[in-house]
């Protein structure tokens, strides 16, 4: 085989032209997959819509899972958990290939490697075409950070942890301790209810989730929200909740301003706001420093993450699928050819994953 079928974006908002593009060797440090499957997140449909910029042509898709197929010379012979990586292991991988050494990844920000290719985000260049996971094959480069996947870890699970499971993992660890503490989400896509699942097993004594939509609001009872409510609703709940304190933390997935925006005011004295899912323009929230200042508050911003977050986020995974129906929450799996229908479906409200799988 010396050519791969893959989903080429090439910056018509809505537009994917299925091509066959070259199959590169493994070389070096480079390790070649096959795609199992891929998860489109909600950045893959901004960016197709138009609404988010992205280099093209480009391979979109970076909630990947793959099976090693070719190992490079040097290529890692083990994962991040010191497990031994073999032809036939199925995998996962950071989003961002990092170079270990430039300014960013010696002040622990690999994610923002200044040298770094980041999957399902790179236009195309000379072997590093097939980057993405809208194709038959994904290459990985040095640098990779790569974790095996256990057996028992379904495809419809595994695929978005190495995007939304692992960037709340992130933001779990900004947000600091959470235990017997009232944690407010911002949104019920998939990263919210994940930060509220692990703001449950985290020992929390109430999880708000904050959603327009009923059905994900309804949803995420089943993610360990105690207390449900719309926008309007909030304010009255967290009174309520807090007598009148306000919650210790907010986690913000929407992106949406409007929805800080009546959100801030309500975190306590001493509070912290970790900003998740402003990855797009929006208008710039109205905000007052001096309260800020007199309230002690703390904001954070998370984009993307660290290796070790991918690694925890596959033992949560692993450990937490019975408890929370994690699996539930792919809509459906569309091959290839049908990755415009699978687009389509992947814009309904109730649509919290729309998968892609090559084989299919």
């Known amino acids: 085989m ?41 950045s893959d449909l901004h960016s197709i819509s138009g609404r988010r910029s992205v280099p093209v042509p480009t391979v979109l898709g970076h909630e990947i899972v793959g099976e090693i197929i070719a190992l490079g010379g040097s290529a890692p012979t083990h994962d991040l958990a010191g497990k031994p990586l073999r032809i036939g292991d199925r995998v996962t991988w950071t989003i961002v290939a990092s ?50 996947l256990p057996a028992a870890l379904p495809l419809s699970v595994a695929c978005p942890v ?32 994940t930060a509220c699942a692990m703001s ?29 409510a719309t ?22 997935f929407t992106g949406a301003t409007a929805a800080f925006t009546g959100a801030w005011p309500l975190v306590r004295t001493g509070g912290r706001i970790v900003l998740v899912g402003s990855v797009f323009p929006d208008v710039a929230p109205p905000i007052a420093l001096e309260q800020i200042v007199r309230r002690q508050l703390t904001l954070c911003g998370i984009h993307n993450y660290a290796p070790p977050h991918l690694l925890t986020a596959v033992e949560f995974l692993e450990q937490c699928q019975s408890r929370f129906p994690f699996a539930e929450l792919v809509a459906e799996w569309y091959p290839l050819a049908d990755v415009r229908r699978a687009l389509d479906h992947a814009h309904r409200p109730e649509a919290i994953r729309v998968g892609i799988r090559p084989d299919v």
Do not use: W
């Open 162 to 193: 190495s995007c939304a499971t692992a960037t709340v993992t992130a933001a779990m660890e900004a947000a600091g301790e959470v235990h017997r503490r009232v944690v407010c989400v911002l949104g019920a896509g998939l990263l919210g209810l």
């Open 231 to 252: 926008p309007e609703e909030l304010a009255a709940a967290v009174n309520e909740l807090t007598e009148g304190r306000g919650v210790d933390l907010v986690l913000e």
């Open 2 to 42: 010396t050519t791969s079928r893959a989903a080429v974006f090439t910056g018509i908002p809505g537009e994917l032209e299925i091509c066959q593009l070259p199959l590169p060797g493994p070389q070096g440090g480079e390790i070649l997959t096959r795609v199992l499957g891929c998860t489109l997140c909600g």
């Open 99 to 148: 170079c270990g050494d430039c300014f960013f990844c010696r002040r622990g920000l690999p994610q923002k490697c200044l040298r770094g290719v980041k999957y399902g985000h790179e236009a195309f260049r000379p072997r590093l075409e097939l980057v993405g996971g809208l194709a038959e094959h994904c290459l990985l480069a040095p640098g990779t950070g790569i974790v095996r």
């Open 200 to 228: 449950c097993v985290a020992g929390a004594e109430q999880v708000i989730c904050v959603d327009r939509d009923a059905g994900r609001r309804a949803l995420s009872a089943s993610f360990g929200a105690t207390r449900i």
